[in-house]
């Protein structure tokens, strides 16, 4: 039960991760292509156009970086793990993810401590640049006593440090779940990128004896 749980809720998660960094990656894209055109063809820019591609940025990052755990896409050093018998390396392998969770939860803490005040006290405090949507207007009497907002205020961008964090922290999580349960013996294989290259190939050189067969069979007839 707590196994399909943590499964259901993980892939939320990645739906959460892939949408967020597939939305930010493509507006910072666009954004930055419709600044280049404003600019260069009508001598024009969008005044707030580089302040909202560092926000998205950050956000693609800090969020990508949980992703890269599930995905194993950070590097692994693995030479002594692989020498070492099971019992070793699941000792090792959750003495490494002891030790990410109390970084990511330090992180997640600090993050925390950094972006709420600008939720409470300093709701007031806006970016430089970025106009506040008019739609989005409601915020004012949550935040800031009724007096709207002209810009977007900061605790809106900067909110990508606790999620990140959680998210991080939620990942950490998975991992040392997988391995006590014995689904993985570590947190990373840094052979995996060996592995996938070598199993490209594979599927090549399939593809092209089976090319190479159709042809012989071709000109047979």
């Not at 800090?62 to 099971?86: M, Q, R, T, W």
């Not at 090792?92 to 972006?115: D, E, H, P, Q, R």
């Not at 006590?180 to 092209?208: C, N, S, V, W, Y």
Request: charged share 20%.
């Amino acid at each position: 039960m707590e196994q399909s749980l943590l499964a259901k809720i993980g892939h939320f998660t990645d739906r959460v991760e892939e949408g967020l960094i597939a939305f930010f990656l493509g507006a910072m894209t666009l954004l930055t292509f419709v600044n280049v055109v404003m600019r260069y063809l009508f001598n024009d820019n969008i005044l707030w156009a580089l302040e909202l591609t560092v926000f998205m940025f950050a956000w693609m990052v800090l969020v990508g970086a949980s992703y890269g755990v599930k995905k194993h896409f950070h590097i692994g050093v693995d030479v002594v793990i692989d020498k070492a018998p099971p019992p070793l390396r699941k000792a090792l392998a959750l003495v490494a993810v002891s030790c990410c969770l109390t970084f990511s939860i330090l992180l997640l803490i600090g993050s925390w401590n950094y972006w709420y005040p600008f939720a409470t006290e300093r709701a007031w405090y806006e970016t430089d640049d970025i106009p506040m949507p008019e739609m989005f207007q409601f915020m004012s009497d949550w935040f800031n006593e009724g007096e709207a907002y002209e810009k977007i205020p900061r605790f809106i961008p900067y909110m990508a440090l606790p999620v990140g964090m959680a998210l991080l922290t939620f990942r950490f999580l998975q991992v040392a779940w997988r391995i006590l349960t014995d689904q993985q013996d570590r947190m990373i294989a840094g052979h995996e990128a060996e592995e996938d290259l070598e199993a490209l190939k594979a599927e090549m050189g399939d593809a092209a004896d089976l090319m190479g067969g159709s042809r012989r069979d071709g000109k047979e007839q």
